[in-house]
């Protein structure tokens, strides 16, 4: 319906301003008809989508870390680590059973020895050789028992540990793992335009707001792929942090710009409008009340549509276009025929309609909000 044809109709939305607070809901019966004063907006119904929808869960992860495991079949003679504990560098982190190894050890030393002295009565080529076979076994008993002992890799925190003492253990089943916590890292999705290898980008850990720096730009992660319904020009940046000072933890949750924390719509670009701390927001018509939104920009949709997320609930209208400035909590009723129909149903969402008021040219026109992207 077009703003000249709803005027027979005598239906208008009216703005209501003196003698009433302008946190009403709704107009009151009481107030003065000259205490209002008629508007014409056009607005649009939103299309809103869960952020479910694109939720994927990032947390910061150690730049090294490490699943110590069992070398051999045994028994766990020793754990010396505990969750959370700081470990060296060449700690001793785990010791199997090593009374075999040290008997088999003992034994290679008595036939070394046997070989040194009968290479000294007979210095012969066999002499030598066997002198030779002999210290390579006993070179060999030493590594087998070596081995029985497991140490820290690296200066590092313990995550997890996996077996008990007199717990016996196959070759190659985990036991413990250290993890390097001085630098952690992150893979997150971003616009490829601001994804620079070497450069920095915006993360929120904790409330905290930091910039990370950009290690490698990669193909969008698999677990991404509902993001490409708000852009299709997404990559993955791997991101390290420094941790020297122990400010952030691994596990901690990462939030970046892209993913959305908030329901989700799109808008006209008109729509949205600059705030003085440098964030934007929409007006939208909730419950016949205007409410400012602020708003996070996600990406454009060609030059005319831009995807935003926000505080928004089903059944909200964004207003395009006012020929009023309208104020935050500004209750709107509709008019039907006199100011006293207060339960007049709203006109079509999308339509222009005006009732003027004394004074006020009938011709007058709705103008764009205020503002723009």
Do not use: W
Not at 179 to 187: C, P, T
Not at 252 to 276: G, L, M
């Amino acid at each position: 319906m077009s703003a000249k044809s709803s005027i027979p109709l005598r239906m208008c939305l009216a703005l209501l301003l003196c003698g009433a607070p302008l946190t009403l809901v709704a107009y009151q019966e009481e107030t003065p008809k000259a205490a209002e004063q008629e508007v014409q907006i056009q607005r649009e119904a939103l299309q809103i989508s869960s952020p479910q929808a694109y939720r994927a869960h990032l947390h910061l992860d150690p730049a090294k870390s490490l699943v110590l495991t069992a070398p051999v079949d045994g028994v766990i003679r020793l754990v010396n680590l505990k969750l959370g504990q700081k470990t060296a560098k060449e700690a001793e982190a785990f010791r199997l059973d090593d009374s075999r190894a040290a008997l088999l050890l003992k034994a290679a030393k008595a036939r070394f020895l046997v070989a040194q002295l009968a290479s000294k009565k007979d210095p012969g080529e066999s002499s030598a050789a066997a002198l030779e076979a002999a210290q390579a076994e006993l070179d060999l008993a030493q590594l087998d028992l070596d081995r029985l002992v497991i140490h820290a890799p690296f200066v590092g925190e313990v995550h997890k540990v996996h077996v008990l003492e007199g717990q016996f253990v196959r070759a190659g089943e985990p036991l413990g793992i250290i993890a390097d916590v001085s630098k952690l890292q992150v893979e997150v999705p971003v616009e490829r335009a601001t994804a620079k290898q070497g450069g920095d980008v915006d993360l929120k850990i904790s409330e905290n707001s930091l910039k990370a720096k950009i290690d490698a730009v990669l193909p969008l992660n698999s677990r991404f792929e509902a993001l490409r319904d708000l852009s299709d020009n997404l990559v993955s940046v791997a991101v390290s942090l420094d941790n020297a000072a122990g400010k952030y933890s691994a596990g901690q949750t990462v939030h970046c710009e892209v993913i959305p924390v908030a329901p989700v719509t799109s808008v006209a670009t008109t729509s949205v409008k600059n705030q003085k701390d440098g964030k934007f927001r929409v007006q939208i018509l909730r419950n016949n009340v205007v409410r400012d939104i602020t708003i996070k920009v996600l990406s454009k949709i060609g030059t005319e549509k831009v995807f935003v997320s926000g505080n928004f609930q089903e059944g909200d209208e964004v207003i395009t276009a006012s020929t009023v400035e309208l104020a935050d909590g500004t209750p709107l009723r509709a008019i039907l025929g006199e100011p006293a129909a207060a339960t007049a149903p709203a006109p079509a969402v999308g339509t222009s309609i005006s009732a003027p008021r004394s004074g006020t040219p009938k011709t007058a026109p709705a103008k764009p909000a205020a503002g723009g992207f």
